[in-house]
């Protein structure tokens, strides 16, 4: 690895993990150090992008900023990633370092292959890549089979699909860490600690380092200066696919809408509307801003599983209209029509 490159760190972790909080907390505690950040999410509408470009941070203008919102990177590497990646070199003031947050229905693998590309080989390594795992989730068993459930419908039907297109990815997206963070520690005991760890260690790959972490507080040093070079070691971290002697990676499994959102007469009353869409309907993940009466600044939602998150960033801008937008993403074949009506209020 050449000492003349700008290092890069690839933050992956499926849906809901607490990717953005940690780079954001990274931002607010750079150290001095200059960051590029490309944001990469699934569906049309750049949460994540303007969650951070919020966030005002002297690591970071927005211009260090570039979103891409035309679905999961590792499938755009051409298209997207390349030309995303040769912007950010061609600006006159040098970055220290490049961070990607990935979708989290990406892949790191093919992203990480990319860094090969000759346009990008000489002047910029992958520094190590981050797994963000969200630690109550796995607690809850979101992540892996009911094992006696599968050999009963194995026995029932030989002949039925029994893969799991989330569990797949959350291994696939273990696999690939040379660093895994236990997030959400905060709602997990030392044992729960234990336990997690234990169980994503079963699918990572060897001399993977792992700490825990509460509301992304994580120190700049332990996310950044890994040197792993891991574009160069990328094969022997395969994903479930390649294993099997498959190349092809898709995502029909998932499928993510915007739905327009009414203002709502307080945060409250917003979040009692998205508890009703999570418990009516198979949604894994929701985001967005929303309008709120009387409040000049925007409504951040955030839901993962059964949790809700809200909080006032900054406010609207002129330009803006107060509709509110919430990007919804959930497994093939979820009722767009019912979730959209019942968010619009």
Same mark, same amino acid.
Request: net charge negative; with cysteine.
């Given at each position: 690895m050449s000492d003349h490159k700008i290092p890069a760190t690839v933050v992956t972790g499926f849906l809901g993990a607490g990717k953005t909080t940690i780079i954001r907390h990274l931002l607010e505690n750079a150290g001095g150090r200059k960051i590029a950040l490309i944001v990469n999410e699934f569906g049309d509408v750049g949460v994540d992008g303007e969650v951070l470009k919020a966030c005002a941070s002297e690591a970071c203008d927005e211009d260090?900023? @570039? #979103?891409? %919102?035309?679905?999961c990177i590792c499938c755009t590497v051409a298209d997207d990633f390349i030309p995303a990646m040769e912007?950010?070199?061609?600006?006159?003031?040098? $970055?220290?370092?490049? @961070?990607? #947050?990935?979708?989290?229905? %990406?892949?790191?693998?093919?992203?990480?292959?990319?860094?090969?590309?000759?346009?990008?080989?000489?002047? $910029?390594?992958?520094?190590g890549v981050v797994t963000v795992i969200d630690g109550p989730a796995v607690?809850?068993?979101? +992540?892996?089979?009911?094992?006696?459930?599968?050999? *009963?419908?194995?026995?029932?039907?030989?002949?039925? &699909?029994?893969?799991?297109?989330?569990?797949?990815? +959350?291994?696939?997206?273990?696999? %690939?860490? &040379?660093?895994?963070?236990?997030?959400? =520690?905060?709602?997990?005991?030392?044992?729960? !600690?234990?336990s997690v760890r234990a169980a994503v260690l079963e699918h990572s790959s060897d001399g993977v380092r792992v700490v825990s972490a509460a509301r992304g507080a994580l120190p700049a040093d332990v996310l950044l200066g890994i040197a792993s070079g891991v574009e160069d070691?990328?094969?022997?971290?395969?994903? /479930?696919?390649?294993?099997?002697?498959?190349?092809?990676?898709?995502?029909?499994?998932?499928e993510s809408f915007i739905a327009p959102?009414?203002?709502?007469?307080? *945060?409250?009353?917003?979040? =009692?509307? @998205?508890?009703? $869409?999570? &418990? *009516?309907?198979?949604?894994?993940?929701?985001?967005?801003?929303?309008a709120v009466k009387n409040k000049s600044a925007r409504l951040v939602v955030q839901a993962v599983?059964?949790?809700?998150? /809200?909080?006032?960033?900054?406010?609207?801008?002129?330009? #803006?209209?107060?509709?509110?937008?919430l990007v919804v !993403?959930?497994?093939?074949g979820v009722d767009q029509a019912a979730i959209a009506a019942a968010l619009r209020g």
């Amino acid at each position: 690895m050449s000492d003349h490159k700008i290092p890069a760190t690839v933050v992956t972790g499926f849906l809901g993990a607490g990717k953005t909080t940690i780079i954001r907390h990274l931002l607010e505690n750079a150290g001095g150090r200059k960051i590029a950040l490309i944001v990469n999410e699934f569906g049309d509408v750049g949460v994540d992008g303007e969650v951070l470009k919020a966030c005002a941070s002297e690591a970071c203008d927005e211009d260090d900023i @570039v #979103e891409l %919102a035309n679905g999961c990177i590792c499938c755009t590497v051409a298209d997207d990633f390349i030309p995303a990646m040769e912007k950010i070199l061609a600006r006159p003031q040098a $970055v220290d370092h490049i @961070v990607i #947050e990935t979708s989290g229905l %990406a892949l790191p693998q093919p992203l990480v292959r990319a860094f090969r590309w000759p346009e990008i080989a000489t002047r $910029v390594t992958v520094d190590g890549v981050v797994t963000v795992i969200d630690g109550p989730a796995v607690r809850e068993g979101r +992540f892996a089979h009911d094992e006696e459930a599968l050999a *009963a419908q194995r026995a029932a039907d030989p002949n039925l &699909d029994h893969e799991d297109p989330i569990e797949e990815l +959350f291994e696939d997206q273990v696999r %690939a860490a &040379d660093l895994l963070v236990v997030h959400k =520690a905060d709602m997990l005991t030392e044992a729960e !600690i234990a336990s997690v760890r234990a169980a994503v260690l079963e699918h990572s790959s060897d001399g993977v380092r792992v700490v825990s972490a509460a509301r992304g507080a994580l120190p700049a040093d332990v996310l950044l200066g890994i040197a792993s070079g891991v574009e160069d070691k990328i094969e022997s971290r395969p994903t /479930t696919h390649e294993m099997e002697g498959e190349v092809q990676h898709d995502h029909d499994d998932f499928e993510s809408f915007i739905a327009p959102t009414s203002e709502a007469a307080d *945060a409250a009353e917003l979040e =009692a509307r @998205v508890r009703h $869409v999570l &418990d *009516a309907h198979d949604v894994l993940r929701l985001k967005g801003f929303v309008a709120v009466k009387n409040k000049s600044a925007r409504l951040v939602v955030q839901a993962v599983g059964t949790r809700i998150e /809200t909080y006032f960033d900054r406010p609207w801008r002129a330009e #803006e209209s107060r509709e509110g937008r919430l990007v919804v !993403i959930g497994e093939k074949g979820v009722d767009q029509a019912a979730i959209a009506a019942a968010l619009r209020g």
